[in-house]
């Protein structure tokens, strides 16, 4: 008789807080279902606090996904977030500072539990986690948001993009969507404790494809200023709003 | 308010509580006085130790809140017990069956809670002793359910152990808090199994011998095992208070059961974590491994105590 091949989870033996900055992250039922309730509690808190739009200006593909768009607020993440459909909720991670999100546990919680963050180690250029965001895209609809900016901006000005996202994108034909948040900085600064009403607005663009240049130092510069151009372009009037 | 708690708690609480603070207040001392002398690192110790003092408050809260947040408590060890297991399989990648043995437990749970509606005994011992049939045949149904065949055979038939014997096996154990006696019938047992569990590593240690089960488990000897059996052979006579209407041939078979299911039940998890290829069920208690790690010994013994107790005394 042939012996059965179990598929022991791969966190078996680790405790709570390897656990939460692990990646890939295990599928958990009851967090899956806290996740869930959570996604629709800030849905409804950014739709009335912040009067929270999205202007969707191209379709997000089925296959899997880059998002990316400018850094001004601890609210960045949940609004992108919330321009996903509730199906994909699960398969959504947001490139979450390591040294920052996972640096004590009701931090590292949150981010696991409710923004789904993947842990970004910002040292040495990101090379290792560039390499689990690469494996995560290759699982068709994953879907990943960064900011390439690296960190929030201090006035709410789009600031110069990072190496990270070229590397990762160079000889591929991932999708990239540029998004662009308005209001966030003004309703959730760096430093600020608590969010104040001001509304928030997001543009999700066309998404592009760069597939068809060669790999190479150069490519990585021109995909870095494509993006930091295509992000910058989209403008709130360019567009009727769709209902959301 | 906290004289009259504890003067109106049944006796045998009583002792069992005034017993645990002093074992851990002794425990912690000896450990001290080991470091002391011995001057040798004893960090593992202490972690062990540290579990034993989460876990033993947490135990004791649920027995003294009484019965109902005992069935409760055991219920949620039941079903975290399970998940490490199905974890550890792989089956808890499949949420439907998961969630079926979810259900299967929290039913048991509510049978042994609620009063059978014929005779009016607390716990509806027919339907609990039933439930495997309807939790099986839901397991069995699901990949017709599915239309689908491919490794279906596997994840139902880990569900199906998994519930019989961390669910239904287990929760025995819950079901003891419908007779007039629950307080000894636990707390003997917690008691017992843990003794049983650690005079075998001791005598295993000290006496030796050859190799228990060399595949199995191979740090078990049979000195360990033997002695074991010996200290569980005499606790029932010790601590005959907890239940003293037992008759001699009872307090036999009780230390019989415990003294070889408790190792038995051990030696079913190691071969399960060998089979697996795993070292601990889980980390949910540091310095412990999983909660099925704390009680593989109990799941075994549980149900063959009970049925013990309720073919000699009946379970009331």
């Known amino acids: 008789m042939e012996d059965w091949t179990y598929e022991p989870a791969q966190d078996l033996n680790h405790d709570f807080a390897t656990r939460l900055k692990g990646f890939p992250r295990e599928p958990h039922m009851w967090v899956y279902a806290l996740r869930s309730a959570a996604a629709m509690l800030i849905r409804g808190w950014l739709r009335t606090y912040h009067r929270f739009r999205i202007t969707r200006l191209g379709k997000l593909p089925e296959s899997s996904f880059v998002m990316v768009a400018n850094h001004q607020s601890h609210l960045d993440a949940p609004c992108l977030l919330a321009a996903m459909p509730l199906r994909r909720l699960h398969r959504t991670f947001p490139a979450a500072a390591e040294d920052y999100f996972f640096s004590n546990l009701p ?30 895209l290759s699982t068709p609809g994953n879907v990943l948001i960064l900011f390439p900016e690296g960190t929030r901006s201090p006035d709410g000005t789009l600031g110069r993009f990072r190496s990270g996202i070229g590397r990762l994108i160079e000889g591929t034909d991932v999708p990239v969507v540029p998004c662009r948040l308005i209001g966030a900085h003004d309703a959730y600064p760096k430093g600020a404790w608590i969010p104040r009403p001001k509304p928030v607005h997001l543009i999700i663009g066309e998404p592009l494809r760069f597939g068809h240049l060669p790999k190479g130092r150069t490519t990585v510069q021109t995909i870095g200023d494509t993006l930091h151009r295509a992000v910058s372009d989209l403008k709130p009037e360019s567009n009727v709003d769709p209902p959301i | 308010m906290m004289q009259s708690l504890w003067q109106s708690a049944d006796p045998i609480l009583r002792a069992y509580t005034l017993g645990a603070v002093i074992l851990l207040v002794s425990a912690a001392l000896l450990i001290w006085a080991v470091a002391l002398l011995t ?38 060890i039941a079903i975290v017990g399970f998940k490490e297991f199905a974890r550890a399989t792989g089956v808890y990648k499949d949420w439907v069956v998961t969630g079926t043995v979810y259900l299967g437990i929290t039913a048991l749970a509510i049978l042994t809670a609620i009063k059978d509606p ?51 096996m287990f929760l025995h154990l819950g079901f003891l808090t419908n007779s007039h006696h629950m307080y000894g019938y636990l707390l003997f047992l917690l008691v017992a199994v843990e003794l049983n ?3 075998a590593f001791i005598f295993g240690k000290t006496v030796g011998g050859p190799k228990l089960r060399p595949h199995v488990s191979p740090n078990k000897t049979w000195g360990g095992s033997l002695g074991a059996l010996c200290v569980s052979l005499t606790l029932p006579w010790l601590l005959h208070a907890s239940f003293p209407h037992f008759n001699w041939h009872e307090l036999v078979l009780t230390g019989l059961i415990v003294g070889i299911g408790g190792q038995l039940g051990d030696l079913t998890i190691s071969f399960i974590k060998r ?24 799941i075994y013994v549980a149900p063959l105590f009970f049925h013990m107790v309720r073919w000699f005394q009946g379970i009331h």
């Open chain 2, 197 to 199: 569990d650690v005079s």
């Open chain 2, 118 to 168: 014929r005779t009016g005994d607390l716990g509806w011992y027919g339907l609990f002793m039933a439930t495997p049939v309807y939790v099986i045949a839901a397991l069995l149904a699901i990949p017709v359910f599915r239309d689908a065949y491919k490794g279906q055979l596997q994840r139902v038939s880990l569900a199906i152990v998994g519930f019989v014997y961390f669910g239904w």
């Open chain 1, 107 to 136: 931090r590292g919680i949150f981010t696991s539990i409710v923004i789904n963050g993947l842990p970004f180690n910002r040292e040495a250029k990101g090379a290792q986690s560039l390499a689990v965001c690469r494996e995560l």
């Open chain 2, 39 to 76: 001057k040798k690192d004893l960090s593992g110790v202490w972690r062990t130790y540290r579990g034993w003092l989460i876990m033993v408050p947490i135990a004791f809260a649920a027995l003294w809140l009484g019965r109902t947040a005992t069935i409760v408590g055991l219920a949620l």
């Open chain 2, 275 to 298: 089979d697996l290829g795993i070292k601990d069920m889980g980390a949910v208690i540091p310095g412990h491994g999983g909660i099925l790690d704390r009680v593989d010994s109990l």
